[in-house]
């Protein structure tokens, strides 16, 4: 699996609440809508400005708070290929890889807003095309690969009847 896009900058602690405003809470049954709102409390101009296959970039705890689904789901939906972050809150990471996205932890202070990257998730390398250096990232196991593979957790059970290990 191999990505590229641009990547949009973010600091540490970015709650779920950053990510899906509690104020639109009725939106949850209309999540491309709500996806259009993603990530505004934290950067207004986010769901205008990203791209399909462009990446979140942030710093340690990434998705604390509350565990929404609707969080990684509406950052997928916004377009984003990939999550990277030097830490997540438990619950978001395996929600992200749940949904389909990918979550990669990995030293973000090496790329800045706007870096064009390219990430090769199963070899775990990151490469910022813009400063010409290659970040590495603990490799995901398979059995994380086989259900982003297949497009999230539900997809992959309806696939394979179950989990797929290997």
């Known amino acids: 699996m191999k990505l590229r896009g641009k990547s949009h900058k973010f600091g540490d602690d970015i709650s779920t609440d950053l990510i899906a405003p509690g104020r639109l809470f009725h939106l949850r049954t209309n999540l491309p809508e709500l996806a259009k ?3 505004e409390d934290a950067d207004p101009e986010f769901a205008k400005k990203v791209n399909s296959g462009d990446f979140v970039v942030a710093g340690k705890n990434f998705g604390l708070g509350s565990s929404r689904e609707h969080a990684p789901t509406i950052i997928k939906l916004a377009g984003a290929g990939a999550i990277l972050a030097q830490s997540f809150a438990r619950i978001f990471y395996r929600n992200a890889i749940n949904v389909g996205l990918p979550a990669l932890i990995c030293d973000t202070t090496k790329i800045d807003d706007g870096d064009e990257l390219e990430v090769d998730i199963e070899a775990g390398k990151i490469k910022n095309l813009t400063k010409d250096i290659t970040i590495e990232t603990p490799p ?5 690969l086989n259900i982003l593979e297949d497009g999230g957790l539900v997809k992959h059970f309806k696939k394979h009847g179950g989990f797929k290990l290997d």
């Open 37 to 39: 709102h993603v990530l």
């Open 140 to 144: 995901l196991p398979r059995a994380m």
